[in-house]
């Protein structure tokens, strides 16, 4: 049973930092990352890494944010400074599985808030 576990979410002033972090388990992932949405908009990608460890950006938020793992936990983080008012949104947790499925096949956690004060 495939589980994502998310934490690290909160309110903070605009400039402050949230770290993110989202424990896998279940399966084998061939892409992990952080997708958010906003009220009233579209979910949309932050960041993902890929097995290999290459990684990629949303560009509202490149040299801002980064996106890590530690394959031994099967944990992805993704590190948050400077952060701005409009990066407020529920985070989500996804991770692909493209070694079982094909097309590859999405599992999502459960979400966390992150606000940030003007």
């Known amino acids: 049973q495939v589980q994502l576990v998310e934490s690290g979410g909160g309110l903070v002033q605009a400039g402050g930092s949230l770290r993110l972090s989202c424990a896998a388990s279940?399966?084998?992932?061939?892409?992990v990352g952080w997708y958010r949405q906003a009220p009233g908009k579209q979910r949309e990608m932050v960041a993902t890494?890929?097995?290999?460890?290459?990684?990629n950006y949303a560009d509202s938020v490149k040299g801002r944010f980064t996106i890590s793992k530690i394959n031994a936990k099967n944990t992805v983080y993704l590190q948050m400074n400077s952060l701005k008012p409009e990066d407020t949104a529920v985070y989500y947790c996804?991770?692909?599985?493209?070694?079982?499925?094909?097309?590859?096949?999405?599992?999502w956690g459960q979400g966390t808030q992150v606000t940030v004060s003007s």
């Open positions: 996804n991770a692909k599985d493209a070694i079982l499925y094909s097309p590859p096949r999405d599992y």
């Open positions: 890494v890929t097995s290999g460890g290459s990684t």
């Open positions: 279940g399966s084998i992932f061939s892409i």
